[in-house]
């Protein structure tokens, strides 16, 4: 089935330690999101590519960086993990961004900040 | 900026019974989207109903219906013949006509619904 895939679904790191976490898609969409979900918090949107095109949002913090080396993968980067950091990391794919479409969700990879 | 309201953090519901979760949302425009997301424990997030504001018609996804208000700017999810599988937390999200700005959904923080047996 086609399908959002993250890797790993659990991750521990160090305080400081760079970590990257991954997002696979097999939809074949142009456009793939990132979300921080803290504990009984909604998603909230760190960045997103349009094929090549990142976009940042304005209140995402230095630390978190990103990476769309194909159309079926996506990276994020954190470089120097805060214990703030703690959080589900959800990865979305839309096939454009343009038009109001559902978006698709990862498992999501929840992320320990030792 | 868009708003996206949940004032009730957890609801509880029989099985076989009909349960509503309410969304209230504040905006300055007139078209828009919006969405009902569910997210089981420690599972993937998936759609569950969309509306599209300029349709007047409520969305309905089988037992999945919406109640789309537009002038009051309520967009309430019922939920009939409540079985197990839809424990989990619902997050109503709305998303701004993407070509006139943000792509970004603006989510809700979430309701817990509970069924009991």
């Known amino acids: 089935d086609a399908m959002v895939i993250q890797n790993p679904r659990y991750q521990v790191t160090q305080f400081g330690k760079p970590v990257t976490l991954s997002c696979s898609q097999t939809l074949n969409h142009n456009v793939m999101y990132w979300y921080q979900q803290k504990s009984s918090q909604a998603p909230k949107l760190l960045f997103h590519y349009y094929d090549k095109d990142f976009n940042n949002e304005a209140d995402t913090p230095d630390n978190f960086q990103s990476r769309r080396p194909n159309t079926s993968f996506c990276f994020l980067d954190i470089r120097s993990p805060g214990l703030g950091d703690a959080a589900m990391y959800l990865c979305?794919?839309?096939?454009?961004?343009?038009?109001?479409?559902?978006?698709?969700f990862g498992p999501g990879t929840r992320l320990l900040v030792l | 900026a868009q708003t996206v309201t949940q004032s009730q953090p957890e609801m509880s519901v029989q099985e076989a019974e009909t349960v509503t979760l309410s969304c209230t949302y504040d905006?300055?425009?007139?078209?828009?989207?919006l969405f009902w997301y569910k997210q089981p424990p420690s599972r993937q997030m998936i759609l569950v109903i969309r509306q599209e504001a300029y349709k007047q018609q409520n969305a309905t996804e089988n037992r999945f219906s919406v109640n789309f208000q537009k002038a009051a700017k309520s967009f309430s999810l019922k939920i009939s013949d409540s079985q197990l599988g839809d424990a989990a937390m619902y997050f109503c999200a709305y998303l701004k006509d993407p070509l006139r700005g943000r792509r970004a959904l603006t989510f809700g923080s979430g309701t817990r619904l509970q069924v009991q047996p």
């Open positions: 905006t300055s425009e007139s078209d828009y989207y």
């Open positions: 979305a794919t839309t096939k454009n961004r343009d038009r109001g479409e559902t978006q698709y």
